[in-house]
């Protein structure tokens, strides 16, 4: 019988794009509940299953999983618009998504078509000075939401609050659009009927995600929590002002969905061998160069949301080690190895020196393809020692190396950590 699997978050602990999604799905398989805890739609993850491509961006990736049930809770800011759709393109590629299959938390607050609004003019606004912010109404939701005038989804889903609702919301938000940015009204009716035809799609849906949980634990359901984004866009912890408008840390697994500290045993890091960033904000191993744009082309470095090349670098060694102790990791994925094949010289950042200059030690790359290694002894030598290095400077085991795309290309490093973690499937490939 396979051993129950412990209560685990999963982060992203550089800026996002760590390569979460592949690792949530493989955990998936063995978890009773998946639950997303913060962010949107800003999200976005890439799943690769059996040489298909499945990209997601509210729905949690444990909904490629039958026996996993998916929940959206409290700290997360929902598109109904893009949720639908979403359902609905999954439904037509074969995999209906009913009410026992994914819940909704009714506290949750929505994302209306005026916080996306708001999202674009301010970034238009703010010009040169952006934070090229997604785009996708999230840093207004969020705001609304501890301005204590944010719409929830109990709300939303009730058309006759909800009406009143946005008749209090829609002068307020209409005079910034106008007076301020110069935009488009949006009119009452518009919303609402926009509105209707979600909410009765969505409406089934919608439950008490904190009370479920609490079910769940009593009777050990065993639960993943899904984070979306990176640490270092964390609005706390984050290169501020740089960052999305939700905590990202593991820390919000339990404020974003109604558990206790207590109620996770794992936290698995997620770094990718490597650095990338989408938007604006401070990245001090960032190769502006033809290394760069290597990494961009072999590791396919394009946002999964909204398409923008990403930003890409070294690894950095600092950061990950403060993400460490800033989620309490237990463990750490180390992701998109095999991009790094075929360089002569890996570099790892070890911090700034007085100048802001990143300061690196150098490491040597590997010929070789990784993408068909299955297991620690078949990987290259210098490859091994990159990897224990980046374990001795972070401070963390690494439990597994992904070494490409597909569920399957996987490399336990720790087998005593990362046995709780492998599918059969996977273990069986990797004997
Ligand atoms: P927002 O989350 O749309 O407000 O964008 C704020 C910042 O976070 C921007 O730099 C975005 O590019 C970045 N961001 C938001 N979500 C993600 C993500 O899932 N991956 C990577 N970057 C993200
Ligand atoms: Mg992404």
Redesign the pocket.
Known sequence: MKARMPNTAVVGVQ???EGKGKIVDMLAARAGIVVRFQ?GN???HTLVVAGEKVVLHLVPSGILHPSARCVLGNGVVMDPEVLVAELDALEASGRKVDAARLGLSRDLHVIMPYHRSLDAHREEARGGGS??????G??PTYEDKVARRGIRLADFIDLQVLASRIQQELPLKNRQIVEWYEGEAHTAEDVLAWAAPLAERLAPHVCDVAGELHAALDVGTPMLFEG???TF?DIDHGSYP????SNTVAGAACAGSGVGPGDLQEVVGIAKAYATR????PFPTELDDDLGAHLRRVGREFGS?TGRPRRCGWFDAELVRRAARLNGLTCLVLTKLDVLSGLEVLRIGRGSDADGEAIYEDHPGWTEDLTACRSWDSLPASCQAYIRRVEALVGVPVALASVGPDRVEIVPVDPARSAWMLSDAAQTEAN
């Open positions: 800026w996002g794009d962010g800003n999200a976005g934070i090229g912010t997604t785009r996708k999230i840093g979306a984004q990176g866009l740089f960052v999305t408008s989408v938007g604006a904000g949301t």
